[in-house]
């Protein structure tokens, strides 16, 4: 069997394992909800869940023990423990990462917002209605093989719905960003039936409301101080290679950050604005 073939089977078993991850995950709801609360989120991970800090102070980053043990909390194949590990974490913003950036501030502010409302981001975005109803939060931190996305969720309209892969970035060139999307939806598409299961399982919504062909891909960029952004979602799918995007991409932006001094917490609390879609 070729190395690309093994990989592939490696990568479904992922999304295979993730889902049933979720789906246990889903049923503790209201606990999710009092922990986001306190900041504090259980991410699923591999085959694993571990909790994290959505703090804008710590955003996405490690715990601590509340006990005074150095270590950080890990990620564990228990849900049961992961949830008591939570509980006794030292508060989310006890760790100071030297690294933090607005787009993992917005993208912790998502999270929460996500957890404290039903799981839907809809209250953070501003002009997506014509191409959501709702914004159902999924996963995040997809990582399998060599693809990733931040986020992971299921979008709605009018009763059905399509699979969402968020990208947040800040820095980097706007077409690699959409090119990591893009790589990352192409090998979803490869298992695509597990692909939507696992949404099934992390949503609850009927397997046969969901059309993965139906696909968006949102890059979140930070808006201009200028107020002219230089990212362009109908330049990009003019592109050569990135021409398959077309139909399928959605520009939002999130408040312009100064590079220095800038406010984490009104980063954290920002709305994603509609820019463009190509």
Request: a positive charge; one cysteine or more.
């Amino acid at each position: 069997m070729s190395d690309k073939v093994d990989a592939e089977i490696s990568c479904e078993r992922y999304i295979i394992e993730r889902g049933k991850l979720l789906n246990n995950w889903r049923s503790q709801q209201q606990v999710m909800k009092d922990l986001a609360e306190k900041f504090i989120y259980i991410r699923v991970g591999g085959d694993k869940y571990r909790p994290v800090s959505v703090h804008f102070d710590n955003p996405c980053g490690s715990l601590k023990r509340r006990s005074g043990n150095e270590d950080e909390i890990g990620g564990i194949k228990s849900l049961e423990t992961a949830l008591e590990n939570a509980k006794a974490a030292a508060p989310a913003d006890t760790k100071r990462p030297g690294n933090r950036k607005p787009e993992h501030v917005v993208q912790a502010g998502l999270i929460q917002h996500a957890l404290l409302h039903d799981m839907l981001l809809n209250g953070r975005l501003n002009g997506f209605s014509k191409f959501f109803d709702e914004l159902i939060f999924v996963t995040d931190e997809l990582k399998a093989g060599g693809i990733r996305a931040d986020i992971i969720a299921l979008g709605g309209k009018e009763g059905r719905y399509f699979p969402v892969f968020i990208e947040l970035k800040g820095i980097r060139s706007f077409n690699r960003v959409l090119k990591q999307l893009m790589d990352a939806q192409e090998e979803m598409g490869k298992f695509r039936y597990s692909f939507v299961e696992m949404l099934v399982k992390g949503t609850g919504k009927a397997v046969e409301t969901i059309a993965f062909e139906d696909y968006k891909l949102l890059v979140v960029w930070p808006g201009a101080l200028s107020g002219k952004g230089n990212a362009s979602a109908a330049r990009a799918v003019s592109e050569k290679g990135l021409e398959s995007a077309k139909g399928h991409l959605l520009l939002g932006e999130f408040p312009p950050m100064p590079k220095n001094h800038w406010d984490a917490s009104k980063a954290f609390n920002s709305v994603v604005g509609f820019v463009e879609s190509a």
